[in-house]
């Protein structure tokens, strides 16, 4: 009897449509198109502005505006 493949599941960055979703602590990539500009974790919100700040893994601390890129949860 063949065997058929299987498939593992490979998590996937989910895009974040309501920043409201994010907590700090949460792992998120920002992307303009399909390019990713920036990665890391998110340290503070401030969804009544649309923006948030993250942490990239080098250390630099980056705030992000919701209406110039859209923001993926990364699962850790």
Known sequence: MPST?????????KRVRNI????RGDHVEVRSGSEVYYRG??????????TLWIREDEGNRIA????????WKVPA
Do not use: H, M, Q
Not at 41 to 46: I, K
Not at 64 to 71: G, N
């Open 41 to 50: 974790e998110v340290r503070d919100t401030a969804p009544g502005l649309g």
């Open 5 to 13: 493949p299987t498939r593992s599941k490979v998590a996937r960055p």
């Open 64 to 71: 992000v505006s919701v209406e110039d890129f859209t923001i």
């Open 20 to 23: 409201r979703s994010i907590r």
